[in-house]
């Protein structure tokens, strides 16, 4: 059961932009969580926003939730080479699901120097 | 990777043979999870642990079994092996300090492919 969804599935810029990834669910969440994947390697935790929080940052990242319009938006500022890999969105449902996890299939970014 | 290795991090088997992947952790997390990522499904659940001998089904269990013994180790068993069972298997581990889900701890990944 896919909950949520990133858009786009790729994105392609140059290096110093910044990258927006988008991620849409179905059902009611606890939190949402971004992670990267580099290729070839395992998923890195980015970042957890909760249900009740609108905006959150770490970094060069910045999360949005928003949780009328079952949405959750990845902005990474300032790209960098080193930022090419594949990022999930994964939610934790609010009810159901044994409290797990369910990801996303990814936005590819590719991230030229 | 934070104190979880997987193992092997490659195997070729046959179809119809018995495969056993393991998961170590030295974090001491209570939570364990074995996903499979394929291409277009994303990462999907296999199986999860919430302690010791505590496990239940996730959301593609059909065909593989899981037991842990003990905090640190996680094993995944296909008990006889299918080419749709091709993929790439990571396990991970939780406190879930944050809540649901928590903020999970990937290993590395093992690559299996079945003839």
């Known amino acids: 059961s896919q909950q949520g969804e990133e858009d786009p599935q790729a994105l392609s810029i140059q290096e110093g932009e910044n990258a927006t990834m988008n991620c849409s669910y179905k059902t009611s969440i606890n939190n949402l969580q971004w992670y990267r994947q580099n290729s070839g390697r395992g998923l890195v935790h980015l970042i957890l926003i909760r249900s009740n929080e609108r905006e959150k940052h770490s970094g060069r990242l910045r999360v949005t939730l928003d949780t009328s319009k079952k949405s959750s938006s990845l902005l990474i500022t300032a790209s960098r080479a080193a930022d090419t890999a594949s990022y999930f969105c994964a939610t934790a449902p609010g009810r159901g699901s044994q409290g797990n996890l369910i990801f996303g299939k990814g936005t590819k970014l590719s991230v030229k120097p | 990777d934070a104190g979880i290795t997987q193992s092997p991090r490659h195997k070729v088997t046959e179809t119809g043979t018995p495969v056993t992947l393991r998961c170590h952790q030295t974090?001491?997390?209570?939570?364990m999870y074995w996903y499979r990522q394929d291409p277009g499904h994303g990462l999907r659940l296999i199986h999860y642990?919430?302690?010791?001998?505590?496990?239940d089904k996730g959301e593609v269990s059909d065909g593989y079994s899981v037991s842990r013994s003990k905090t640190e180790d996680f094993l995944l068993t296909l008990e006889s092996a299918t080419s749709s069972q091709t993929s790439v298997y990571f396990c991970?581990?939780?406190?879930?300090?944050?809540?649901?889900?928590?903020?999970?701890?990937f290993g590395p990944g093992t690559r299996l492919l079945v003839l």
């Open positions: 642990s919430y302690g010791v001998k505590d496990t």
């Open positions: 974090e001491n997390h209570r939570y």
């Open positions: 991970a581990i939780s406190e879930r300090r944050e809540g649901p889900g928590g903020d999970q701890y």
